[in-house]
């Protein structure tokens, strides 16, 4: 995007052509085309390519209620049905009792100087604001034929202020972060004058704060092109080569990190099915944040192993335990050694010689899981399915694990039969 183009998101406020020379043009033309420049827009087509679209004064009001509405054309002097405080009316007031609109605008802008020096910005860029509203006001006066006759060294004199007042708000909007608009203006401000450097150091500044690095390389050159020894320029340019290479590097590690998911994606599907491994995943995977079936050490070498995030449940109890990677040369005598016996066992029925192990099968049966048989023993054997990346181990005392077996199975008939 070139900055005096301004398409797209930042949606052009002129219909002059940036290779327009406002200097070349009839004295009695050159303020409104100056105008113009910041505050008209060419005819567009609305997006359902139907109706056209609203004026860029109106058209944040397409989607609001109509009593918004309303109370927004009220601000607008062409719309007024009662007096309220607003700019464009502050702007006829001065206009109607302070002098003639050079004197007016001249005034705001250095009032809006003199709170740019005192670093209040915001009320610096209102008094810009208010000097550019004084002379949209005559403007719009003079391409009705109502406008105060000026001479052209007069209209000279208020392109100058108007060129001024956008290069010192877009200053203001950028330390106030207002990117966008900094860069509207500025490309306000261009399209006055093709040579304000201000305008494309701004404008380079802004476009580099909201990451559009082509862009502000395409304003900082055109800027260097009119002065190549200016030294704020040569600063915003070597930011963009650095913001650059540190977008470039970011870029080069995505992909990077793109590529080694991928191919640890494939590895782990390999391996799986490589040892016969059924997995399954479901429209609700539970939150399991780091954890994961994963080859270890390496999750791109076929030779790691490969370790299962498992539960272990105990119905009778209401608990659990959770084993972040439980590898598959491991046993389940491996884990029940360290974490049998548990706190809230107070009978004493948990230990590690003392419980039995089921795992439920793809057919919704039970299967007995030996303490002393390898956990990829247990899972190459087709009867179970690793779901959601986590295994699921039952765990029940002995002495009551008959008992548990039959009600789990009629709990299961009733799921199938319901």
């Given at each position: ?29 050159l ?38 509405i ?14 309220e405080?607003?700019?464009d ?59 105060i ?68 390389d395409?304003?900082?050159t ?39 998911r ?12 490589a ?19 994963e ?46 016996p ?8 948990y ?8 795992m ?28 959601d ?24 008939a009733a799921?199938?039969?319901?």
């Amino acid at each position: 995007m070139k900055i005096e183009e301004l398409p797209g998101d930042f949606a052009s406020k002129a219909n002059v052509s940036s290779k327009q020379d406002f200097s070349q043009q009839p004295a009695a033309d050159l303020f409104t085309q100056a105008m113009s420049a910041f505050s008209s827009a060419p005819p567009s087509i609305s997006k359902d390519g139907t109706t056209p679209e609203l004026p860029p004064a109106m058209a944040a009001l397409r989607d609001k209620p109509a009593g918004e509405i309303l109370a927004d054309l009220n601000k607008l002097p062409l719309f007024m049905t009662s007096l309220e405080e607003n700019d464009d009316l502050e702007a006829i007031k001065a206009l109607a009792y302070e002098g003639t609109p050079l004197k007016v605008a001249s005034g705001f802008k250095e009032r809006g100087n003199e709170c740019f020096k005192e670093q209040n910005w915001k009320d610096a860029k209102e008094f810009y604001t208010k000097s550019i509203q004084v002379l949209l006001v005559e403007a719009r006066k003079r391409q009705n034929g109502e406008g105060i006759a000026a001479d052209q060294e007069e209209v000279k004199k208020e392109v100058s202020v108007l060129e001024a007042c956008l290069s010192n708000r877009a200053a203001c909007h950028l330390i106030l972060k207002n990117y966008r608009s900094c860069v509207m203006d500025c490309g306000s401000a261009i399209r006055i004058n093709k040579r304000n450097i201000k305008a494309y150091y701004r404008s380079a500044k802004a476009l580099l704060a909201l990451d559009k690095i082509a862009e502000a390389d395409d304003a900082c050159t055109k800027g260097l092109e009119i002065d190549p020894e200016n030294k704020a320029l040569h600063e915003v340019s070597s930011e963009i080569i650095k913001k650059n290479e540190k977008v470039t590097e970011k870029k080069r590690k995505e992909i990077e990190r793109g590529v080694r998911r991928q191919k640890e994606d494939a590895t782990l599907k390999a391996a799986l099915k490589a040892r016969n491994i059924k997995t399954r995943k479901t429209a609700q995977p539970p939150e399991m944040e780091d954890a994961k079936v994963e080859l270890t050490p390496d999750p791109v070498d076929p030779a790691s192993s490969l370790s299962f995030p498992t539960v272990l449940l105990y119905p009778l109890a209401l608990e659990s335990d959770f084993i972040k990677a439980f590898n598959e040369m491991q046993t389940l005598g491996d884990h029940l050694a360290y974490i049998l016996p548990v706190p809230w066992d107070s009978k004493g029925e948990y230990t590690p010689t003392s419980v039995e192990c089921y795992m439920e099968t793809v057919t919704g049966g039970l299967i007995k899981v030996g303490r002393k048989v390898t956990f990829l023993k247990v899972l190459s054997e087709g009867n179970v399915e690793v779901v959601d990346d986590v295994v699921k181990i039952f765990v029940v005392p002995k002495t009551r694990a008959e008992m548990w077996v039959k009600e789990f199975k009629l709990k299961k008939a009733a799921e199938k039969d319901g």
